[in-house]
Nanobody, 123 residues
Framework: QVQLVESGGGLVQAGGSLRLSCAASGSFFSINAMGWYRQAPGKQRELVATVTRGGSTNYADSVKGRFTISRDNTKNTAYLQMNSLKPEDTAVYYC?????????????????WGQGTQVTVSS
């Protein structure tokens, strides 16, 4: 009922930039917090950045000053602008969102993940 679709990944040289997008679709009435996570080979998935519906942001220390998360509530889309990329940023990047939807008798808020998009930074 709710899908998150990421786009914008690819191969870039160190020092370069990429912009990821995450578009939510389906049947829902509100998207609350949205975030980006990443998972490198052999490592656990880790938080990159989050943004509330009101625009408050939070970043992992490793990306502060280089990455910027934003969202467009009218488009149900979150973005991750990644600048000054480093080889250690190489990972699959996943979008995550808390989405509220109606049920036949009430409403429910559930957490959803996208399918991931590969970001590779060459040295």
């Amino acid at each position: 009922q709710v899908q998150l679709v990421e786009s914008g990944g690819g191969l870039v040289q160190a020092g370069g930039s990429l912009r990821l997008s995450c578009a939510a679709s389906g049947s829902f009435f509100s998207i609350n917090a949205m975030g980006w996570y990443r998972q490198a080979p052999g490592k656990q998935r880790e938080l990159v950045a989050t943004v509330t519906r009101g625009g408050s942001t939070n970043y992992a220390d490793s990306v502060k000053g280089r990455f910027t998360i934003s969202r467009d509530n009218t488009k149900n889309t979150a973005y991750l602008q990644m600048n000054s990329l480093k080889p250690e940023d190489t990972a699959v990047y996943y979008c995550n969102a808390d989405v509220s939807r109606f049920t036949p008798t009430s409403s429910v808020t559930a957490n959803y993940w996208g399918q991931g998009t590969q970001v590779t930074v060459s040295s």
